[in-house]
């Protein structure tokens, strides 16, 4: 059995309906679960004996506008590697739109997290509960929408005046 | 009793220690730093915004503008990606220049990452010496590239050309003598007293905490852990390379340092070893519908002319599937997560800026340091800005 379906096998004994669906391409494996349990099994695959996935090496959105049907919009991607078994998976988590676009941060698990999910709070405005600090990291705090959602356009919305900043000062009169 | 007060303090954007424009807010007790906030952005392109609106091939022209002191490096790991999704093999010779490329552009980051870094800290010689070297790379690769800062040279399905005939013997002359440049850069700082006073014990980052702020490249070795793309998960056959990982003990700026020094020898021997064993054969994969055909039959053969156009205005179609491939970039893990829907245009291209993951690291590296330290602790991160905020 490869490492990969070990790995698949304990997170489905371990959380049943929490995994919902196992995908292999090109040799990588993405394991989709259940976005509420996400505390839950990052904790169980960073501190479990055999998994000791102990590095986040990259967390990021997706927005699935074009989806049809009732499929969630948002996906949080996380990419994980064991510096033990030099090994890697991906995990992801369906946000939907209609709650709110929220989920749990894991910024407690990995530090990495940290500036990661303020990326994509910024660039897809979901919400991380609990992050320490959840602001803008890359745009201005006054920028009006979130750039990689599919139905921001590419050009901006201040494509015409791309110059007129409002002061501080005058936004608070 | 007197009560204390903070003193918050703003460095940069505009300050020649940030490499670029990085601003800090400082807030100090007397000299040491109490919190450290960076701040962002003043660089962001929205480069994974635009990337969705381009072709697969226009998208490559992108990556150059990401770490643009190592273009080349940032094109592989997004052909890597890409060559991944399309699962199409690279001929030897092609997968044999990349590395030699890549290694070229290494020592020249690293090159201008230590004439800065020692020139913040206040060592103004190593400067030239180092950008002499770096001078002559940039000119060996532009005889290939016919670029000196952003190639595009790497393409999805090989190289855009063969190297000249032109090539080979600066290369080699350069090869033979960097050892001893590198000689000269240790005389200068590796026992100079000032240096290490300045650079030891200072900007510590433990192992775990390394680990756990998913630090990677020269910044992750020098607290010794043993992680390095090339080695961990070998691409473009580096796996058919003599060349060892430099670790460092300490974690602290010093130890980065010597890390990278160490690097640079070792990419030397890479260099050494690819024009050495460089086998002959084609540059680009037999993948007629995705790898634009040589600029001669496009001259000659109408069939091949008709192809050119077709790649080159229509791009290809990719299949559906998502992949992650990453390279080890001067700076760290580069990655590219790159999502297809079917179509010649990226549903979503990530990149996972090393830089911008290192930076993460920072607050905790110079808090309870002084002030001093944090210029040698920024310097010793080695930031590009062009890919913190993309």
């Known amino acids: 059995m490869s490492r990969a379906d070990e790995v698949v096998n304990k997170l489905k004994e371990n959380f049943h309906d929490g995994i919902i669906k196992v995908e292999e391409f090109r040799g990588e494996v993405s394991v989709t679960v259940d976005k509420n349990k996400i505390r839950d099994i990052m904790l169980f695959l960073r501190d479990t004996d055999k998994l000791l996935y102990d590095m986040l090496t990259d967390l990021c959105g997706v927005d699935y506008q074009c989806n049809a049907g009732d499929a969630a919009r948002f996906e949080i991607v996380y990419l994980l590697r064991s510096s033990k078994f030099n ?10 739109e209609e709650e709110d676009c929220q989920l749990s941060t894991v910024s407690d698990i990995w530090r ?9 709070y910024d660039m897809f405005g979901i919400k991380f509960n609990n992050h320490p600090d959840l602001r803008r990291i890359l745009l201005v705090d006054e920028f009006v929408g979130h750039p990689l959602r599919k139905d921001f356009p590419t050009e901006g919305y201040d494509f015409a005046e791309p110059f007129s900043v409002q002061l501080e000062e005058e936004l608070n009169g | 009793m007197a ?29 040491i730093i109490v919190k450290a906030v960076p701040h962002m952005g003043y660089l962001h392109r ?30 592989l790991a997004y052909c ?15 997968q044999y220049l990349r590395v030699m490329f890549a290694e070229f552009q290494r020592i020249a980051a690293h090159l201008l990452w230590i004439a800065t870094h020692a020139l913040d800290i206040g060592a103004m010689t190593v400067f030239f010496y180092a950008f002499r070297e770096r001078e002559t790379i940039l000119g060996i690769l532009e005889l290939a590239t016919g670029a000196r800062l952003t190639p595009s040279f790497i393409r999805i399905g090989g ?51 390394a680990v756990n702020y998913g630090v990677t490249g020269p910044v992750l070795r020098a607290s010794g852990v043993y992680y390095d793309v090339r080695k961990a998960y070998p691409y473009s056959s580096y796996d058919e390379f003599d060349f060892e990982i ?10 980065r340092y010597l890390v990278r020094l160490r ?59 998502e992949v992650y491939a990453s390279v080890e970039s001067p700076k760290g893990e580069l990655g590219f997560y790159v999502i297809s829907d079917g179509t010649n245009k990226p549903f979503r291209m990530r990149i996972r800026p090393p830089s911008f993951i290192n930076l993460g690291a920072l607050p905790k590296i110079i808090e309870g340091q002084m002030i001093a330290d944090a210029v040698a602790a920024i310097g010793s991160i080695d930031i590009v800005l062009g890919e913190i905020d993309r």
């Open chain 2, 263 to 321: 690097e640079m020898r070792q990419s030397n021997r890479i260099i050494k070893q690819v024009l050495e064993k460089l086998p002959e054969g084609p540059v680009r994969a037999k993948a007629l519908s995705v790898v634009a055909p040589d600029k001669e039959d496009v001259q000659s053969d109408i069939a091949a002319l008709i192809r050119h156009f077709k790649i080159m205005a229509e791009g290809f179609k990719v299949p559906r599937g």
């Open chain 2, 246 to 255: 430099p670790l460092g003990e300490n974690s602290d700026v010093y130890d």
């Open chain 1, 112 to 120: 990495a997290a940290d500036w990661l999910e303020r990326e994509v």
């Open chain 2, 3 to 31: 009560e204390t007060q903070y003193m918050t303090i703003n460095m940069g954007p505009q300050h020649p220690a940030t490499h670029g424009v990085l601003r800090l807010l400082l807030e100090l007790d007397g000299e």
């Open chain 1, 87 to 96: 090994d890697r998976l991906r995990i992801k988590a369906r946000v939907r």
């Open chain 2, 46 to 75: 929205g480069v994974e915004k635009l990337s969705e609106t381009m072709t697969y091939n226009q998208a490559l022209t992108l990556t150059d503008r990401l770490d643009y002191t190592n273009g080349l490096s940032n094109n």
């Open chain 2, 80 to 94: 890597l990606a890409v060559e991944k999704l399309l699962d199409i093999e690279i001929p030897k010779r092609a």
């Open chain 2, 159 to 209: 190289l855009a050309k063969d190297i000249p005939d032109t090539f080979e013997e600066p290369a080699r002359e350069f090869v033979a003598d960097f050892p001893q440049r590198v000689d000269e850069y240790e005389t200068l700082l590796t026992d100079n007293i000032i240096w290490k006073k300045r650079t030891r014990n200072v900007g510590a980052l433990s192992r775990e905490d």
